[in-house]
């Protein structure tokens, strides 16, 4: 170790408190960056594992591979595991009492790994004679099998029979009254367990949902399978290798299992990439922005009291590299302290704050999966690098003006305190109006200007880390919303029927029920819509392709009850009267958010005014259709109660009708002979969701003949906003982690600051300065400090706030805002902080003895 080194660590020892202070700062730096990297991975770690709880642990599914291309995919090198399914069939479940589910859906596996099958009691089965039954089925089907047990199940085609056409019916249709079920044979089956499947279950469908298994070697070459596959190396080659193994293997279909890919971080959207990899960066810039600034300042107020020390060196002959790598050497002492302790701090904060709030997560927000402290090798190995990048950055400046340092300079503290009079000149209006005292600060403040323009970076990078912070988790969270299109109901029936009296009678026991808050009667109409090119908007016309010219757009024709369509048209701002008149008039829904992969954006379909109408063909069957219009009324982007908050297909119209407008269309289909099956729906609005759907279970018995389907929406919803407030709990937390140090800055940069000015302190009372006069040029400081800080940082914050919202609109086109709750939480913490911590350290110098002081070279 050379002299120069031995003297910077003397000089270390000696101002203990100084090197204290900058070395918590770096380790509240590197605790931040390890903090943050295990917040993302841990929190990707337990949405990936939310997922394979839901939907099974695969990357890729084929679907309709002959069983002689099941090997192409099953054998290929890059695949890790592989599961083989095979439809049994459907088969007649002997003893259901749940009228609308009076089946069996046999799935076979030839192996259970990656599936999202829990095992409860049991076994899985090995072969196509053994069968594991769901729990889901014993609660809600009436049926009771034990482990052990032989069933036989008589097998068979479900169809239906419309306008003297049989369509064939899978497990994906619900129960249809007056459907067909043509035996095939018999199955015999052994249970041997009982499974947990609820993500398989589906209370809509005909079916109870069963697994068998596949022998060893049993895959049969003219059968159809479905092969899911999980890979050895996560990547976006995934896609590139699926693609080639679906063109060996014939594979009919192609799929993936987007959610669990995305949250592993691949997705083959690259517009979205570039969005993702954009925002990583941001959060990188302000986590490295923010610790550069603390370090640096730290660094800096330490050559400003080193800049003499420095200065006698050179004069005995020390070099410039000398002088720079003493600096550097600090730098390289204090990152060998701070790093492993950081790094440790972080970890350990993080893991005791997971472990803290994991079980209040499951119970509150119902997540059946753990928050685990996650520490990726990457991530562990990018913290150090991180945090040496932002040890080195921060130490550069401060070694470079190290360097610069010569002996006359450094006595005379030239680059500390510039005398000039232009420089440190204020206003006659400050005297008049603050007082002398008031001057005499600002002047300080002007005459110290390194100390001054460090103090001043290091409350405008806390401002703008903090605002910019606040708003990135507000435009996050805004992106969440999007993506997750809000159902504005909590509970559905959907009736059908051809019996419209019956149907009438149904619908109005529905909206007679104890547990509702509000209810909608919708009745809707489906047709087609070819319009000119002169009609559609830029966003049809960039996304369709016309036909001759015009553009063929679905219609979807909906009626609302008078009290909910009264209610819309008067939140919307639409004359009621004017839909409610003779013939079929109705309100566009012209503007909505258009979700496409992972993007989304504000559209509108058509170029149209009130009066103008839409023609409309309703095709009854191949031969028979009705040409009909609808007069637009007026044009919204006010989206009604039953909707869905994104549509994912531009090319589907919505107009909104009276129940006397659509009777009008529907007695012309019956004036030109086309039979009427009805479908109506209730939307309900409750605080009771599990009573409502009692209540309407109960009355569903009362028409056995009516088709009708249950929805309760309550459960999904749950989910959506417990993933919300999971993503908003990191969100704030991040917020939180960067206030923190925002605060650390600012106390750290002022009270060393105070501290550095004990002998001009000193000095001034030294000259007779009352306690009152200091303490008045001390506020009027914080005051001036305050407000320089905010004139900078404020507009600072508002274009990186811009340049953060521009860069996530590339995928979520929400309206700009700004967040001025946290605007005004950081202008008062300013004032409070600054005023807080100049009254504190200046308190804590008012007890030195005034000629002790002013003796000191060293503070």
Same mark, same amino acid.
């Given at each position: ?614 023609? %409309?063909?309703? @095709? /009854?069957?191949?031969? #028979?259709?009705? *040409?009909?219009?609808? =007069? +637009?009324? &007026? !044009? ?43 479908? %109506?729906?209730? @939307? /309900?609005?409750?605080? #009771?969701?599990? *009573?409502?759907?009692? =209540? +309407?279970? &109960? !009355? ?61 302190? &000193? ?62 939480? &950081? ?33």
């Amino acid at each position: 170790m050379n002299i120069v080194n031995k003297l910077t660590l003397k000089y270390m020892k000696k101002n203990k408190s100084r090197t204290l202070v900058t070395i918590i700062g770096v380790i509240i730096s590197v605790a931040m960056i390890a903090a943050s990297s295990t917040i993302g991975a841990s929190l990707m770690d337990m949405l990936q594992r939310s997922i394979i709880a839901q939907t099974g642990n695969w990357h890729s599914v084929w679907d309709e591979v002959p069983g002689s291309g099941v090997d192409k995919i099953t054998g290929d090198p890059n695949v890790k595991k592989s599961l083989i399914s095979h439809t049994a069939g459907i088969g007649e479940l002997p003893g259901s009492k749940n009228s609308q589910r009076p089946y069996i859906y046999i799935l076979e596996y030839n192996s259970f790994d990656l599936s999202a099958i829990a095992l409860k009691e049991g076994r899985f089965p090995r072969n196509e004679n053994e069968l594991v039954i769901t729990t889901q089925m014993l609660d809600t089907s009436g049926v009771t099998y034990l482990i052990g047990d032989k069933v036989t199940f008589t097998m068979g085609d479900r169809s239906i029979v419309e306008n003297k056409v049989k369509t064939p019916l899978d497990n994906t249709f619900s129960f249809t009254k007056g459907e067909d079920f043509t035996k095939t044979g018999e199955r015999e089956y052994t249970i041997t367990g009982i499974v947990d499947a609820e993500s398989r279950e589906n209370s809509s469908r005909a079916g109870y949902v069963a697994f068998s298994g596949i022998s060893e070697n049993n895959v049969k070459n003219e059968e159809a399978y479905t092969v899911y596959a999980g890979f050895n190396k996560l990547n976006k080659k995934i896609y590139d290798i699926s693609e080639k193994l679906k063109k060996e293997s014939n594979a009919g279909k192609l799929n993936y299992n987007s959610e669990l890919l995305f949250y592993a971080g691949i997705t083959d959207d690259n517009e979205f990439n570039t969005t993702l990899t954009v925002a990583i960066g941001i959060v990188g810039s302000i986590i490295l922005l923010g610790s550069v600034s603390l370090i640096y300042n730290a660094f800096a107020i330490s050559l400003s009291e080193r800049s003499r020390t420095l200065g006698m060196l050179a004069s005995v002959g020390a070099t410039k590299r000398q002088k720079r790598n003493s600096v550097f050497f600090e730098g390289f002492v204090i990152g060998c302290i701070s790093i492993p302790i950081g790094l440790i701090s972080g970890y350990l904060g993080i893991g005791i704050t997971f472990f803290i709030i994991s079980p209040i997560m499951q119970n509150l927000f119902n997540v059946t999966v753990p928050l685990k402290l996650v520490i990726s090798p990457y991530g562990f190995i990018g913290a150090i690098l991180f945090s040496v990048l932002l040890l080195f950055i921060s130490a550069w400046f401060p070694a470079k003006r190290a360097s610069k340092i010569t002996p006359i300079d450094a006595i005379r503290q030239t680059q500390d305190i510039s005398i000039k009079r232009k420089a440190v000149k204020t206003s006659k209006l400050s005297r008049i109006i603050f007082g002398f005292e008031a001057e005499l600060g600002l002047k300080n403040l002007k005459r110290n200007k390194h100390r001054y323009y460090a103090t001043l970076f290091s409350m405008i990078i806390s401002i703008v880390l903090f605002l910019t912070a606040s708003a990135f988790s507000e435009f996050l969270k805004e992106s969440f919303i999007m993506a997750n299109a809000p159902i504005n109901y909590d509970v559905s029936v959907s009736v059908y029927g051809e019996d419209m009296d019956k149907v009438n009678r149904y619908v109005n026991d529905l909206t007679h029920l104890d547990h509702i808050n509000t209810s909608v009667v919708t009745e809707s109409v489906s047709g087609t819509a070819v319009l000119n090119e002169s009609v559609v908007s830029n966003d049809i016309k960039s996304r369709m392709e016309p036909e001759d010219g015009k553009y063929s757009l679905d219609v979807q024709i909906i009626s609302m009850d008078d009290i909910s369509l009264r209610q819309y048209a008067k939140e919307a701002g639409i004359d009621e009267d004017k839909i409610k008149s003779e013939g079929m008039k109705g309100i566009l829904i012209n503007t909505f958010n258009l979700k496409e992969k992972h993007e989304f954006t504000t559209v509108s379909q058509l170029r149209i005014k009130p009066g103008d109408a839409i023609p %409309l063909t309703y @095709y /009854y069957d191949e031969v #028979k259709k009705l *040409e009909s219009q609808v =007069e +637009i009324s &007026a !044009v919204t982007d006010k989206i009604p109660m039953m909707l869905y908050g994104y549509q994912e297909y531009i090319g589907n119209l919505t107009i909104l009708v009276s129940k006397q407008g659509l009777q009008s269309f529907l007695n012309q289909m019956e004036q030109s002979g086309m039979k009427l099956y009805r479908n %109506l729906s209730v @939307y /309900y609005i409750t605080d #009771k969701a599990s *009573e409502l759907e009692k =209540e +309407i279970e &109960a !009355v569903k018995k009362n028409y056995p003949d009516l088709d009708s389907y249950i929805f309760n929406v309550i459960t999904q919803r749950q989910k959506q906003e417990r993933l919300s407030l999971i993503f908003s709990v990191f969100l704030y937390g991040f917020v939180i982690l960067i206030a923190t140090v925002c605060t650390a800055n600012i106390i750290n940069t002022i009270s060393t600051g105070i501290n550095m000015r004990k002998r001009e302190f &000193a000095m001034l009372k030294s000259y007779g300065i009352t306690p009152a006069g200091f303490q008045k040029m001390i506020r009027y400081e914080s005051i001036f400090y305050g407000i320089k800080a905010l004139l900078y940082g404020l507009p600072a914050s508002f274009a990186v706030i811009f340049l953060v919202y521009k860069t996530l609109s590339r995928n979520f086109d929400f309206i700009f805002f700004l967040p001025w709750l946290n605007i005004i939480i &950081a202008i008062v913490s300013v004032f409070l902080i600054i005023g807080f911590t100049m009254v504190y350290a200046v308190k804590k110098t008012s007890k030195d003895n005034i000629i002790d002081v002013l003796k000191n070279e060293n503070l």
